[in-house]
Structures are given as structure tokens and as C-alpha cells.
């Protein structure tokens, strides 16, 4: 029986496998106290099946969330905690079907070899999952019957069959019922079980129950999340209940229809996922509530509590409107609480009352109520889009006329259109326009419920009747059970009893491949960390060699390893200037020798060659391409030290990072040890303590006073905190501790306090505050330097702290300050805090400073704040735009901002502090493109009109009327003309003096998302949604080219010149002669939609950034064009990048931003040989913040970079003012 006819598809068993692994990937058994990863133990149909796809790779990790933990006892009747828990769970698969599961998890005993291979301690017992999968939504099918075969297991009197001979027939043999046709009938052991499914004629197979959901959240909080779904918004549902998670988000998705859920889509989140929640694209997760998610941002993210009836979120969700409002809740509560909403009727039957929810209220609650409750939904979808079909444009472009029908219910309800912001939007969703198009281009509409209840409501019929009759007995389909084994002669049949789940029967492969693992692990002698991955090579030998030899052969091993690492360290010293170290073959190889080590070889003897070199009277300094590979070398090398507890390397790492430097654009020496400071090993106590201790033991004075030994130590300590960017509390607090333990007297500590003070201002005023020391205090000393140069550790103006309290700072979200930083806070402390301390040398100045001196102090990451938005916009008013006969006027380097609150905003940098020039006021809707001139200002927006204002005097000057969709791009062409593009498929072009459209340039199929102008040719690209850019000569009035190749949206272009460069959703980017209409170059190497293209008209190079994080150079040589550096920076969507001749500003929609620098002299040597584009260099890149990014814009002239996010803020950074 093929897999699709069957209802249950697969029944697997996941636990803990032969390769044992924790949950941060270590191999090994590490513990009682550890998670670790679930894996495939057994299945059937078997893996080598060939008529049967494989079952979901992700399927272990999403039945077993937390992951498997291993107990020293089983089953306790007294303890709930060790009961078996049943649960369902969904997945999605790539197509966006959905794969239905029911799990039971238990305690089972570990497998005996399992155990013997990793010393794991006898009777031990660890998290066993068993599961059936299945592509019908029949939950209650698949548990009862998961449940029936687990109680069989486990019954003391036994099953008939062995059973997995009773898993084989039932999955093999019970088919899937047809329709509203049959009803199957199947039987496990003596429990006869049953499957059918309603008709499609009736509303979707959902068989759950609707009563977990109203009962978790009260009606108002029912209807404020299923408006959220509508709206597509973020949804994370937080419970300590698996089934609970699921069934809300079936339930939910089930009261939506006839729309569809269309975004991601995981009702139960493995733990170790957490980090998906910052996802910035729509999503509905469950998330167990014993996961943390206090270190994440959730901004914008809808929290539904479903233990506590809560719902947060930090957007608003727009209400329903009456009068549909007021019919869901009030249907809602008849079917919740009718005696309540009927206490007033009097209790005689006029033969016109209806029994309909006074009927379901006498019942506890069942199928009936599940119907009831869906049948209110849909009759609500029937009245909010009533008339919905008279607005479809069946056309090439099957739009739907979204301001034509709201107009209509404005006049129908007398609501005015600003009230209808949740219809708008709705309309605007991913789920309408789904539904549009399946209705439109398939046969669903003559089964659409939908339409027919709007008929039938009409007519004045009841809503029933829409639905068929269920009078007809659906056909009884039996599946006959096999035979039980007679026993013989004398009667008896045979009982299978079982202590544990059985194995399935193993092929010689899978036993030999089993086999395999375990003798590689018994082998390796040690199993509570990893085994190394250098001596495993000894592994064929391991049995013949004695003790002795095998520790000779190690350490001839550890010999060779770091004899390979002195060179490659050396050779990496020594590579070219045009050479760039994180792409050499010595850096990839020292990566992995550090990586692949799981005893801490490579880390540890990396660390030593530093060591040894600078021992040798090696002068330490780095370059700045050399700088960042050691960097990245030294992070990875204590990340996996940590993991290994192996603090003498640390330390190690921790000593040479503070020599090694680099000299920035002031000649100031940047050590390597300020860049570690993302590491949270800074923040624990046990780790300065023991560093203490080390310090101590290895003093050579040890003769000298103990108090001035004590007293050396900790300043040496406090130099490496203040380096590392720890807080001044947070650090404090470790030298307070280990100075008391020590019996360290009140003058000592005041010494130590006045110089971690006076290191923390030095800091903090030269290079900023970072993440970790944003509660700096700082004491108003002037910086050591120009505030012109700075970290890439930045962080914006309003998270700095400067100058905040110790008790404010208690209250802070950062993570590093922890609230037994002040259990022993003493008076003289938080007197000394606005002041300096004289005794540590630093010459005494005024807390108040001239302005210069406040200029240096100031961040060069600010905040800007004035909209109550998404920031959707951004526009950078360029040198090009303004310049006149009389050079540059003083708007040149302007931001321009648009947000969903319907505003744009003008944005003067140069002004601190009062960074806001105008709010201009005009639209309707949210504003989604920006451009200039040198007087005017030009928005347009999704209420289909562009608004042209005057830059100085912020007035509106005139509103262009004429798309039918929302409007995706303005350009501000000379001679007072603008070129728009829009939705509805067009490109128009304006005359801002007569107020009217004078040409429509073009026409596409489908919206218009990206548009490139050239004022020197007058030419025009432009291109969207149909997958085709089109090239019009707007000067000749004629189309030139239409260029095809993509296959999805393109997303991006952008024209040099002859060449045009386009990037698509298709994960690739086109090169294109614009005067030819050829395609010269496919650029796909990228692993997403490519969102943004630049072109460098210099070096004649192209870059490429994609949804992927990366971003690529490309440059051509001979045969092609060849990508010559990928660079991984950032970690979500590339949204900008801009290039200049010496310039490349990036913008991702993490918040982060980096800026890479050319140097003028080294152009010279780029023409004859080596890669052009190799002379981009990183300059800067501040540290990101949690907000998500719409939109970024660039001023290279100032080296300034503009983000807009969603939170309605945005972050300007200036990069520097003299290079």
C-alpha cells in the first residue's frame, strides 16, 4: 500500500543513539546533569525501504524538544515528573504541507552496549520517544493508537504478537478513509480503534478539540490573538504543556479559514531554537515556558501566555470594527455562557427561540461545540468581507480593489476609512491574497463555504444549511487482525512481555555500522569529554601498545601538532599586503586544527606559539588585516577552551591578547584584548578568582608584603577587566570580593576604586562604552583623543549609561550586571561616584567641561527618535542632488525618513541633540519611498498618491493621483518632473507644475519593486514581481530592451553606465548590457534572495548581498566573472550597500553596519596584477543592537550610515571625521 493511501505513515522510535552527543555538540557522556541530542533509533517502514520516503530528518529533535537527560531511576508511582507524557506535534515541510505526529516520551533503560562503550553508571535511564507520523490531521486516531501500542509494551500480561509485528500490520494495512465515504475499523490486540474523515464539502478535517483554547484565554484575548493571525503579526504561544502549544496553534489556524496560514510555522520549538524568535519575518512558534528568553529581543513580538491569560506585545493590534466585533464576542459568550447571556429570557418556548447554544451549554463541551465555534468565525468572515466578490479584477493581474471595497463599507457601516486600519491591512496579507488567487485559478470555488454562506445569508437561510446532510452512514471498512500463534498442541498461546521498548530487528549493516561506533569509543579510554580527534588516527593500534607507549605516542603526536602550528602562525605573519589573511590556506588550517580538537591541542598550543614568538622579542604589532584573523583565531580558541574548562588556556589567551596591538588612524595602540569582550567567562567571579590564585603563585616576590602583593595583583586584574569592556559595577564587584577574601584594608580598596575609575574614564572617553560596560560611569575627564576615532564596539547614544547611578543601573537589561553586584556596596563608593580620584595620579580637572571637551565625550552612534512607526523609508539627500553654482548648500548629508505612522521626517546630523528639522504630514498610509532635489521633497505611499513638499518651508505642494496600487518608487528628475512606480504595474512619469501625469512610461504584469534612473542618458530601468526588467529611453519616448533571464521577484537594480546589474529572489544576479539586452554574467553563488546589488565603477567590481548574511565580491577575469572575496560580517539580511570611490558602506537587518575603506595609494598597483577588488579593507563596524532593520541609508561623503527599524528609531552612525 503506497504511503499516501495510508493513515499512518511511519512509526519511529528516536533516543539515545550510539553516538552520544550534547545538545553544544560535544561527543561523550558528560554527565547526569547535561542534555543531550536525540537521534534516529528505529522505524517502519525500515530506512532502506525504497517505495517509502524517509521520515524528516528534524523529527528527533522536534519530538524530544529539551532534548534526552539521563536519570539513575525509571518509573516512580509517586512522582508525576517521571510519568510518561503524551503530545502531538506538527511540522511543515518545504511545500507547506503539514506532517502530523503524536509522541509518547519516556523513561527507558539505556541499552546495555550503549552504556558499557561510555561508562555510563549501571541501571541508568534515559528519554525514549515513540512516535507515529502521519499526513492526515487525525489526532485522536494517532493517539490512540500510539497509546494502545505503548500500553501493550509495557503490559505485565503480555501481547499475543512480538510487537513489532503489530506495528508492521497496523502501518502497512489500515488505509486512509475516504472522505465523508467510510469509516475504517481496525483493531490492536483486543481495543478495537476507528478512523474517518468529514466531507469536503464541510469544513476542513480538524480533530481536536477547540476547548483548550477558550479556555486558556477569555474571549477578548481569544479575539485579540486571532486578529494578530490575521494580521500576520509575530506569535510566540509560551506554555509548559506540549499539547497545549499545539493544539491552540491548529485551533487558531482552523478558525481562520477559509485563509491560510502562509508564513513559518512551528507550534512546538526545540529549546535549543530559541534564538528563531528574533526572526524578523512573520511567524507563529510555541515555546515551552521553562526556556529562557530574557537575553532576546522580542520587539513587535505577540506573547501569548497561555497559563496566565495574558497577551503582550509591543505594536499595537488594531481592533476589529464594528459591527463584526460586537457579533464575534457576543456569539462567543452565548456559546461559552449561555445561562449568563440568557439569564434575563424567560423560560417558555414561543416556538421561535432557537435551542441552538442553549442546547450545546446543557453538554460538556464536544464535537457540537467545535462546530459551533467555527461556524461563528466563518459567519464573521461572511459579514466583514461581505461583498467581496465584486471587487476581484479578474485580469492578468487578479488584483483586488482594496480602496474601492473599503470605500464601500465606509458608506455602508458610516465609518470613516481612518477607522478601517486592521481591514486594510488585513487585506493587504499574504493569507487574502492567497485566498484570491486559489479561488480565482482553481476549482475551490465551488466548494467555497465562504461564498455560499454570504448566498445563503442572502437569501435569509439558516447557515446550517450550507453544509450536507449527515443522515447517510458512512460505509464501514474492517481491517481484519492476524492470527495470534495457537501455541502448539497444548493450546497456550504465546505472551511477548517486555521490560523495555524493543528494537526492531537490525540489518547486518546497521549492527556493523553500530558496532562500529561503539568500538571507536570503547577505544579512545576516556569518556566524560570528547576523545581527541588526532589520537583517534591511532585508533587500529590502540589495542597492541601498553600504556606507556600510547602516552609516548600522544605527546609525539602533541609534539608534531604544535610544531605544524609554528609555522603556519609564522608564515601567516609574514603574508603580502594584497593578501588577505582570513582567506589563506594558514588561517583555514589553524581554524581547523583549533576547531577539530576536541582535547584542546590546537587551542592551547596556538596560544603557546603567541607566547613563545613574543618571548622571542617579537615587537607584537599587526596589521589591520592581521589584526582581525588573530582575533578571530584567539576568540575561537577560548570559546572552545571554555567549553573544555580549561582555564590555563584562557588565561594564556587572555595574557597574550593584552600585547598584541594594532595602531589606529591617531597612532593609539588597539589591543586584541578589547575585542574580546563578548565572551561572558569575563563576567564570573570563579574565573578572576582563580586567575587570582594563578597570579600569586607564579609572583616572583613572593618575599615582598603580602598586602602590596595582594594590592599588585588586583591591578594587573583591574587593567584586564577595564580592557575586556566589563562594567565598572560588575567589575568592582570581583576585585571587592577577592580584595575582602584576601583581608585587603579599607585604603587598598579605596586605591583599587579610584584607579579602576580613573582606567574606566580613559577608556570610555577614547574608545566608548561597549555591550559590557554600558554602566561605565564616567566622570566628565576630557577623552585622551579625538572623538574621531573609534571602536567597532560602539554602541548607540542612548544605551552608553554614562553617568548613570549604581542603583539605575541595577535595573538594566544588560545581562553582565547582575543583582549581587551590590550586596556590599560601601558609603565612600557611591559618594566618590561623580567625582575624580586624585590619588592614582590623574591631574585634577573641573566635572564641567568646556563644549569641545563634552563634543569628545559624545557617542558616534546616536539614536534618533520622533516616529511611532516601522521606519519603512530612508533617503540620504546626496552632494549630486543639491549642488549648485555655488557648491554644496547646507542640506547635502540630510537623512529623510518614512515610517508606517505616515510621516517623513528630515533628519540634520550636524545638529546634536536636535537632530530633527521638519514632520511632514499629508499621507494616509505608510510611506514607502523618498527622493529630493535641491528644493523639494517627494514621498510616495500605500495610499496610492505621491505628495511633492517644499524642502525649506515643509509645506505640500502638490499631490499626484493616478495609481491604482500602493506606490514603490519616486525618483526626482530635473526640470520639475518625478518618475514613479507602483504596485498596479506602472511606471508614470509628472510634472509637478500642472499637477498631472504626463506619460505612463511603462507597463508590467505585476507589481513594480525596484527603479534605477541615469540623468546623463535618460535612460530608465526598471523591474519587479513578473521576473522581467524593462529598459525605456524616456528622452526618445521608446522601450529598449526587456531583459529576461530571472525566474522569481527581482528585488534590486542598479545601472553603471552600459551594464545593469539585477538581483531576484531566484538566489542569483544578472549582469546585463543595457544597449545590447544580453545577459553577460549569472552571479550565483549565494544561499538566498538577493536583496541588494552595487556596482564599483573604479575597479570595476560587483557587489552582491543576499538574505543570506553574506556579501560577495565579484570581479571580472578572463572566461567570466569570479567571486573573489565572500565576507560573513553580519548575521541576517543584507538590506544596503552603497560604494564610493574610496567607500563601501553595509547595512543588514540585525542592526549592524560595517564600512570598508580603500586606500587612494594603493590603486596604482591594482592595474597590472592581483585582484582589484582585494583593496578593500574593513574600517569600522559598531556593535548591533537588538532592534530589526527596515531600511538603511548611506553618506559616504561623511562616512555616515543611516538604519531605520522597526521599533521606530534610527541609529545613525558616524563612522569618523578625519581619515
Not at 524568535?277 to 521553562?290: E, K, N, Q, V
Request: proline share 5%; glycine share 8%.
Amino acid at each position: 500500500m503506497a504511503s499516501s493511501s495510508r493513515i499512518f505513515e511511519y512509526f519511529v522510535v528516536c533516543g539515545l543513539g550510539p553516538e552520544i552527543r550534547s545538545l553544544d555538540m560535544t561527543k561523550g557522556f558528560q554527565g547526569t546533569g547535561v542534555m543531550y541530542m536525540p537521534s534516529f533509533l528505529d522505524q517502519y517502514p525500515p530506512s532502506n525501504h525504497s517505495l517509502y520516503p524517509p521520515p524528516p530528518p528534524q523529527l528527533p529533535t522536534c519530538v524530544l524538544p529539551a532534548g534526552i537527560e539521563i536519570y539513575s531511576s525509571g518509573l516512580d508511582s509517586n512522582d508525576l515528573s517521571t510519568y510518561p507524557r503524551s503530545y502531538p506535534i506538527v511540522l511543515t515541510e518545504g511545500d507547506g504541507s503539514k506532517i502530523y505526529v503524536s509522541c509518547i516520551a519516556f523513561r527507558d533503560p539505556i541499552c546495555e552496549d550503549i552504556a558499557e562503550a561510555y561508562r555510563i553508571p549501571e541501571k541508568s535511564y534515559a528519554d525514549k520517544c515513540i512516535c507515529l507520523v502521519s499526513h492526515s490531521p487525525s489526532f485522536q486516531v494517532l493517539r490512540d493508537a500510539l497509546e494502545e501500542l505503548f500500553i501493550l509494551c509495557f503490559s505485565p500480561t503480555g501481547s499475543s504478537k512480538p510487537l513489532w509485528e503489530v506495528i508492521a500490520y497496523m502501518v502497512s494495512n489500515v488505509p486512509l478513509p475516504t472522505p465523508g465515504k467510510n469509516r475504517v475499523m481496525f483493531a490492536i490486540e483486543n481495543c478495537l480503534l476507528s478512523a474517518e474523515a468529514p466531507s469536503k464539502e464541510r469544513l476542513p478535517h480538524a480533530d481536536i478539540s477547540f476547548q483548550p483554547l477558550v479556555q486558556c484565554l477569555d474571549v477578548d484575548n481569544l479575539i485579540r490573538l486571532f486578529t494578530a493571525v490575521l494580521l500576520e503579526r509575530r506569535i510566540l504561544l509560551r506554555s509548559n504543556k506540549y499539547t497545549l502549544l499545539t493544539l491552540v496553534s491548529e485551533a487558531i489556524c482552523h478558525l481562520i479559514y477559509p485563509f491560510r496560514w502562509q508564513h513559518v510555522y512551528i507550534p512546538l520549538l526545540f529549546f535549543s531554537g530559541v534564538d528563531y524568535i528574533d526572526a524578523p519575518t512573520p511567524y507563529m512558534m510555541g515555546l515551552h515556558s521553562d526556556v529562557d528568553t530574557s537575553g532576546l529581543a522580542i520587539d513587535g513580538v505577540v506573547v501569548v501566555d497561555l497559563e496566565h491569560n495574558s497577551i503582550t506585545t509591543s505594536e499595537d493590534i488594531p481592533s476589529i470594527p464594528d459591527p463584526e466585533f460586537s457579533f464575534l464576542r457576543g456569539e462567543i459568550l452565548k456559546l461559552l455562557h449561555p445561562n449568563v447571556v440568557g439569564i434575563d429570557l424567560m423560560k417558555i418556548n414561543f416556538g421561535v427561540i432557537s435551542e441552538q447554544y442553549a442546547g450545546c451549554g446543557r453538554k460538556p463541551w464536544g464535537a457540537e461545540h467545535d462546530f459551533r465555534l467555527r461556524l461563528i468565525f466563518l459567519r464573521f468572515f461572511a459579514s466583514f468581507l461581505s461583498g467581496y466578490r465584486n471587487f476581484i479584477e479578474i485580469s492578468a493581474t487578479n488584483v483586488f480593489n482594496s480602496q474601492a471595497f473599503v470605500k464601500k463599507r465606509s458608506r455602508s457601516t458610516n465609518q470613516p476609512i481612518d477607522s478601517m486600519t486592521m481591514i486594510t491591512q488585513f487585506l493587504d496579507s499574504q493569507g487574502f491574497l492567497d485566498y484570491l488567487e486559489r479561488c480565482i485559478n482553481s476549482d475551490e470555488n465551488n466548494n467555497n463555504l465562504l461564498d455560499k454562506l454570504q448566498d445563503a445569508t442572502g437569501r435569509g437561510q439558516n447557515p446550517t444549511s450550507i453544509f450536507p446532510s449527515t443522515l447517510v452512514e458512512p460505509e464501514v471498512i474492517t481491517i481484519a487482525e492476524p492470527d495470534a500463534d495457537d501455541g502448539g498442541a497444548s493450546g497456550e498461546v504465546a505472551k511477548y512481555c517486555y521490560d523495555r521498548f524493543p528494537s526492531n530487528i537490525r540489518t547486518e549493516e546497521q549492527e556493523e555500522k553500530r558496532r562500529s561506533i561503539l568500538a571507536s569509543v570503547s577505544g579512545s579510554g576516556r569518556h566524560t569529554i570528547s576523545s581527541p580527534s588526532v589520537p583517534n588516527g591511532m585508533d587500529p593500534k590502540a589495542e597492541s601498545l601498553s600504556p606507556r607507549e600510547r602516552a609516548a605516542e600522544r605527546e609525539r603526536m602533541v609534539l608534531d601538532i604544535k610544531v605544524k602550528l609554528q609555522g603556519l602562525w609564522l608564515r601567516l605573519l609574514r603574508l603580502g599586503a594584497s593578501e588577505d589573511p582570513l582567506s589563506s590556506f594558514e588561517y583555514g588550517t589553524i581554524l581547523a586544527l583549533i576547531e577539530s580538537d576536541a582535547e584542546g591541542i590546537g587551542g592551547s598550543g596556538f596560544v603557546e606559539c603567541i607566547r613563545e614568538h613574543i618571548h622571542s622579542g617579537w615587537q607584537c604589532r599587526l596589521t589591520d588585516e592581521q589584526f582581525i584573523a588573530v582575533k578571530e583565531l584567539l576568540k575561537t580558541a577560548i570559546n572552545r577552551a571554555i567549553s573544555r574548562n580549561d582555564m590555563m588556556t584562557v588565561r594564556d589567551a587572555l595574557e597574550v591578547s593584552a600585547e598584541m596591538y594594532r595602531k589606529d588612524s591617531s597612532n593609539v595602540p588597539d589591543y586584541v584584548q578589547r575585542h574580546l569582550y563578548s565572551l561572558s567567562l569575563w563576567d564570573e567571579l570563579r574565573f578572576w578568582d582563580g586567575y587570582f590564585e594563578y597570579l600569586m603563585d607564579r609572583s616572583s616576590n613572593k618575599l615582598a608584603n603580602y598586602v602590596s602583593l595582594v594590592t599588585a595583583q588586583l591591578y594587573l586584574m583591574a587593567g584586564h577587566m577595564v580592557r575586556l569592556g566589563l562594567s565598572d559595577t560588575d567589575a568592582w564587584h570581583i576585585i571587592e570580593t577577592i580584595a575582602e577574601k584576601n583581608n585587603l584594608g579599607y585604603k587598598q580598596l579605596i586605591k583599587l576604586r579610584g584607579l579602576l575609575s580613573h582606567m574606566q574614564q580613559l577608556r570610555v572617553g577614547y574608545w566608548g562604552p561597549t555591550g559590557k560596560s554600558q554602566s561605565s560611569l564616567t566622570y566628565g575627564l576630557p577623552s585622551p583623543r579625538s572623538q574621531d576615532a573609534v571602536d567597532d564596539s560602539q554602541q548607540p547614544a542612548e544605551a552608553s549609561g554614562l553617568g548613570r547611578s549604581w542603583v539605575q543601573s541595577m535595573f538594566s537589561r544588560d545581562r553582565s550586571i547582575r543583582s549581587n553586584s551590590f550586596s556590599r556596596v560601601r558609603k565612600w563608593t557611591s559618594d566618590g561616584d561623580g567625582q575624580a580620584t586624585p590619588e592614582v595620579g590623574a591631574s585634577p580637572r573641573k566635572t564641567e567641561l568646556p563644549t569641545s571637551g563634552q563634543k569628545k565625550l559624545q557617542s558616534n552612534v546616536r539614536v534618533l527618535k520622533g516616529h511611532t512607526g516601522a521606519v519603512t523609508t530612508l533617503h540620504c539627500v546626496t552632494r549630486r542632488e543639491v549642488w549648485d553654482l555655488f557648491g554644496d548648500r547646507e542640506d547635502a548629508g540630510f537623512f529623510i525618513s518614512g515610517s508606517t505612522d505616515c510621516t517623513v521626517k528630515i533628519w540634520d546630523p550636524s545638529l546634536r541633540g536636535s537632530e530633527l528639522r521638519a514632520t511632514l504630514i499629508g499621507h494616509s498610509r505608510p510611506i514607502r519611498a523618498i527622493s529630493s532635489d535641491r528644493s523639494k521633497v517627494v514621498s510616495g505611499s500605500d495610499d496610492q498618491t505621491v505628495i511633492v513638499w517644499d524642502k525649506q518651508t515643509s509645506q505640500l505642494l502638490e499631490e499626484l493621483k493616478g495609481h491604482d496600487g500602493p506606490v514603490s518608487c519616486v525618483r526626482m528628475l530635473s526640470g520639475e518632473r518625478v518618475l514613479t512606480a507602483s504596485h498596479d504595474g506602472t511606471v508614470k512619469m509628472w510634472d509637478v507644475r500642472t499637477d498631472t501625469c504626463v506619460a505612463t512610461v511603462g507597463r508590467f504584469s505585476n507589481a513594480v519593486l525596484c527603479m534605477e534612473y541615469d540623468d546623463t542618458t535618460g535612460i530608465l530601468a526598471a523591474a519587479g514581481r513578473d521576473v522581467v526588467a524593462n529598459i525605456w529611453d524616456i528622452r526618445a519616448g521608446r522601450q529598449m530592451q526587456k531583459l529576461q533571464g530571472h525566474t522569481k521577484w527581482i528585488r534590486s537594480i542598479r545601472m553603471a553606465g552600459d551594464t545593469i546589474l539585477t538581483g531576484s529572489d531566484d538566489w542569483t544576479a544578472r549582469m546585463w548590457s543595457a544597449s545590447r539586452g544580453t545577459c553577460d554574467a549569472v552571479l550565483a553563488c549565494h544561499a538566498g534572495p538577493i536583496l541588494c546589488v552595487e556596482y564599483s565603477m573604479s575597479d570595476k567590481g560587483i557587489f552582491t548581498g543576499s538574505a543570506d548574511g553574506l556579501i560577495r565580491f565579484w570581479e571580472a577575469e578572463e572566461g567570466g566573472i569570479k567571486c573573489v572575496r565572500n565576507l560573513t560580517l553580519h548575521s541576517a539580511s543584507i538590506l544596503s550597500i552603497n560604494a564610493a570611490e574610496h567607500w563601501l558602506g553595509v547595512g543588514a537587518a540585525d542592526n549592524s553596519m560595517s564600512l570598508f575603506h580603500r586606500p587612494q595609494e594603493r590603486l596604482g598597483g591594482f592595474s597590472s596584477t592581483g585582484s582589484k577588488m582585494a583593496g578593500w579593507q574593513l574600517y569600522r563596524t559598531p556593535q548591533r543592537t537588538v532592534a530589526v532593520v527596515r531600511c538603511v541609508a548611506s553618506d559616504l561623503d561623511r562616512k555616515r550610515i543611516c538604519t531605520g527599524g522597526r521599533n521606530g528609531m534610527l541609529r545613525l552612525w558616524e563612522a569618523t571625521i578625519n581619515i
